[in-house]
């Protein structure tokens, strides 16, 4: 069973920038694709970023509008890590970040559904 712990969050001044990571423990060898979602209070869970796990090239990565320019996403398969590289954070991207996994259809990677394995979340505070 493939267990995910993320780290990297904290308290960031806007305009600053933060690196969250997601380490993957036991076998991602059925994984398709693995994301970044956050949630605030009051929000509804979204899909920042996400990445195919499996196949070559760069993952062709998912990016949602608001973030898109500022954030990124890559994978280190050797390590089973994913990182959200966060720039020029803003106070409304404060929220709970958890990273997930699974087999979710890759023509809808943005959504929850085939999600089945997620961390326990890091808060990321921006401070304005």
């Known amino acids: 069973q493939v267990q995910l712990v993320e780290s990297g969050g904290g308290l960031v001044q806007a305009g600053g920038s933060l690196r969250l990571s997601c380490a993957a423990s036991g076998s991602t060898s059925g994984t398709h694709a693995m994301a970044w979602f956050r949630q605030s209070p009051g929000k509804e869970r979204e899909c920042v970023a996400a990445i195919r796990w499996s196949g070559g090239g760069g993952g062709n990565p998912y990016l949602e509008d608001s973030v898109r320019g500022r954030f990124s996403i890559s994978r280190d398969r050797s390590i089973s890590t994913i990182y959200l590289q966060m720039n020029s954070l803003k106070p409304e991207d404060a929220a709970v970040y958890c990273c997930?996994?699974?087999?979710?259809?890759?023509?809808?990677?943005?959504?929850?559904?085939?999600?089945?394995?997620w961390g326990q979340g890091t808060q990321v505070t921006v401070s304005s």
């Open positions: 997930a996994a699974g087999r979710p259809i890759l023509s809808n990677i943005a959504t929850t559904r085939g999600y089945t394995i």
